[in-house]
């Protein structure tokens, strides 16, 4: 979902928008320290439980309304801050600054809030209330330009997602020729991620799970693979080795807690499709393997948990 035409929050009270109203510190104080208000910007509040119901990505989406409403007109977000407004995930932390691009001849400077990135080259923008914001494509390149490659990938992999709507954000083919007409620093890390990304991702974790399993020497997999379930239910693995007749899954743990995942149900009834669904799909294979965020942060858990499973690797397991 992109957040150019409106703010994740609907609600955020401005010291700014008080019509000359004292503000009673003491109080807001008081609801800052037992969590009632979070402070999201300079001068600008929300309620806590609101806050907190916001993914990662749709905070940053909502610091970067608050900062374009205190910057003079004429900014250009860029970096993290446009992919946020645009719904691209990352993969870890969100920055605690706000990215802009400025021309390198400008000579600003990042402050505390801000994170100006001097560029000598054209910025391709669109227009964003007084301000605007760099397009999908640019916003991906400067991006995997700078990262490492599952962060980099990760964010690759988002915009070029076939399955968000309206349409994905970027093209396969503009995306490689964009990282291979990018001349400097960066220019070899951008274009390796370029080649490496695919629409397939459904997550910034299935896309590090995907570096992680190339970079410890196992074969590449089939992605989304489609199979069939009783009474002709069909069922899409984030993983498949077909000649090997491996399915892999990375087991995110927002399935059993996001609202919009769970559709009414319960995290237990959750679980139990899950189950379910699992025990059919390993009467189809050979060998069934599921992740989770601990085994993509210690690498060599994957690896062996890979390995027990009976996946041939070309790399020895790693040290950590």
Known sequence: MSWLEHPPLSTVFRRRENDGEPVNDRRLRARLQAGDVVRIAPGAYADGAEWRR???????????????ARLRPGQVFSHFAAAALLGIDILGRWPATVDVAVPASSGGRSTGAVRRHATSRDVSTVVWGEHAATTPLQTAVDLISMLRLPEGVAVADQALWRRREPTPLVTLDDLLVEASDRSGRGSARALRAAQFATPLSDSVRESQSRVLISVMGFPPPELQARFVLSAGREAWTDFFWR????????DGAGKYRDPALLRGR???QVVLEEKDREDELRRQVRAFSRWRVPALAETRRLYDILVAAGLPTTRPRPGR
């Open 54 to 68: 916001l993914r990662p990505l749709e905070r940053h989406a909502q610091v970067v309304w608050e900062a374009s």
């Open 266 to 268: 319960t995290p237990e």
């Open 243 to 250: 000649d090997h007749r491996h399915i892999g899954e990375f």
